[in-house]
């Protein structure tokens, strides 16, 4: 009878311990960081050959590098216009979008005349870029690697994951904000 109380006196002392906490499970981030910022170069690089190839391809254009990061070459430059667009203007504007081999993703129909507030609402990064680089009257051709596109995740419609793209962007008219005359 002693050793039976004395069992139900550990075996009830044993159980009164209470829950062990569980531990989080290290895990090393930075190489899967470091690994998305190898990929991210090597596709960015592989882009950038691409893009090169285009433009040695292409006698009849001048392209330029913007700072940003695209190449791009004057359609139509407008000489007499000296004002560019600037954060808060309305810029009237059109585009398309096409794919590197010049398949036509999206048409200046298709997307229409559209009315811009500068750095206000949402284009493209390289769109966007692009706005406030040419003038009034003005129209260029951009090749955007697809970190200036639609980046990883592409548009969700037609542009497709890391697609490179290829838009000519016309200014129609810049109306300048009233607030910072």
Same mark, same amino acid.
């Given at each position: !009878?002693?050793?039976?109380?004395? /069992?139900?006196?550990? +075996?009830?002392?044993? %159980?009164? &311990?209470?829950?062990?906490?569980? =531990? *989080?499970?290290?895990?090393?981030?930075? %190489?899967?960081?470091? +690994? #998305?910022?190898?990929?991210? $170069?090597?596709?960015?690089? #592989? &882009?950038?050959?691409?893009?090169?190839?285009?433009?040695?391809?292409?006698?009849? =254009? %001048?392209?330029?590098?913007?700072?940003?990061?695209?190449? /791009? /070459?004057?359609?139509?430059?407008?000489?007499?216009?000296?004002?560019?667009?600037? *954060?808060?203007?309305?810029?009237? !504007?059109?585009?398309?979008?096409?794919?590197?081999?010049?398949?036509?993703?999206?048409? !200046?129909?298709?997307?229409?005349?559209?009315?811009?507030?500068?750095?206000?609402?949402?284009?493209?990064?390289?769109?966007? =870029?692009?706005? $406030? !680089?040419? $003038?009034?009257? &003005?129209? +260029?051709?951009?090749?955007? *690697? %697809?970190?200036?596109?639609?980046?990883?995740?592409?548009?969700?419609?037609?542009?497709?994951?890391?697609?490179?793209? $290829?838009?000519?962007?016309?200014?129609?008219?810049? &109306?300048?904000?009233?607030?910072?005359?």
């Amino acid at each position: !009878m002693k050793a039976l109380f004395n /069992f139900l006196l550990v +075996a009830f002392l044993i %159980s009164c &311990e209470g829950p062990t906490p569980r =531990h *989080p499970v290290k895990r090393n981030t930075t %190489s899967s960081i470091q +690994a #998305a910022i190898a990929r991210s $170069k090597s596709l960015l690089a #592989a &882009e950038e050959n691409l893009i090169k190839a285009i433009i040695a391809r292409d006698s009849i =254009h %001048s392209y330029s590098q913007s700072a940003s990061g695209s190449w /791009f /070459f004057y359609n139509k430059k407008n000489n007499r216009a000296t004002v560019t667009a600037q *954060p808060d203007d309305i810029v009237t !504007m059109t585009y398309n979008v096409l794919g590197f081999n010049n398949d036509t993703i999206y048409s !200046m129909q298709d997307i229409g005349l559209i009315k811009y507030k500068v750095d206000k609402q949402e284009l493209f990064p390289g769109l966007r =870029h692009a706005v $406030k !680089m040419l $003038k009034e009257d &003005e129209t +260029a051709t951009f090749l955007f *690697p %697809s970190s200036l596109g639609y980046g990883v995740p592409g548009d969700g419609n037609k542009v497709g994951v890391n697609m490179p793209i $290829k838009s000519t962007v016309a200014i129609v008219k810049i &109306e300048k904000d009233s607030t910072s005359l």
